[in-house]
């Protein structure tokens, strides 16, 4: 059997990659998504190996010196985020094929680094993207612009990718992007749930 692929799902903030994703968990069997590991302190409710690998500044500098990490961001809030090469490889190691969600720098970095890597780039209008995170409520307005202003650079380097999904009606896009990721499966890894 060939080597199971890496998808990697990237796009602007608010083009509803975790969104699409959720519902591409739900239809393809046999993904799992990799566990992100960060610096910021782990919330009450939070697993350590679920939600997050929660690791000390220190720690993340000792696996990042070591090459562990496949990709890193810092974060404005000092905070670091990661993706642990051990991640594929668990993944791997239990049967299942990876999944990513990255920024837009990381899946880049993936992709030159992982020949069996799928790039799919989300895309939505800049109208629908503003009006997503404004629905978020979760950055100001200056904040709202800056993700605004990124997203349109982002969107104009969707060429890079392999792939591009439109995320214009949910249950179309989450399909397309079901479609894609089931044509890159070798033939006996691709079972779709009922």
């Known amino acids: 059997m060939p080597a199971l692929p890496v998808f990697v799902v990237t796009g602007p903030s608010g083009a509803g990659k975790g969104t699409l994703?959720?519902?591409?968990?739900?239809?393809?069997?046999?993904?799992?998504?990799?566990?992100s590991a960060t610096t910021r302190p782990q919330r009450p409710g939070e697993a350590n190996g679920h939600d997050y690998w929660f690791l000390s500044d220190e720690e993340f500098t000792r696996r990042v010196e070591a090459d562990e990490f496949l990709e890193?961001?810092?974060?404005?809030?000092?905070?670091?985020?990661?993706?642990?090469r051990s991640e594929i490889d668990r993944i791997s190691g239990d049967d299942c094929v990876c999944v990513l969600e990255l920024e837009l720098e990381g899946a880049l970095k993936v992709q030159d680094e992982i020949a069996r890597s799928v790039t799919i780039f989300i895309a939505a209008d800049?109208?629908?993207?503003?009006?997503?995170?404004?629905?978020?409520?979760?950055?100001?307005?200056g904040e709202i612009g800056e993700r605004i202003d990124l997203a349109r650079e982002q969107l104009e380097r969707a060429h890079e990718f392999r792939y591009m999904v439109r995320n214009d009606e949910i249950e179309r896009a989450t399909a397309a992007l079901a479609a894609l990721v089931e044509c890159e499966l070798p033939s006996a890894a691709t079972m779709s749930r009922p």
């Not at 994703?21 to 566990?35: H, N």
């Not at 109208?127 to 950055?139: G, I, P, S, V």
């Open 126 to 141: 800049v109208d629908e993207l503003e009006r997503r995170l404004r629905d978020r409520a979760t950055e100001s307005t």
């Open 21 to 35: 994703i959720k519902g591409l968990l739900e239809r393809v069997f046999g993904l799992e998504i990799a566990v």
């Open 72 to 84: 890193w961001v810092p974060y404005v809030s000092g905070r670091r985020y990661g993706t642990l």
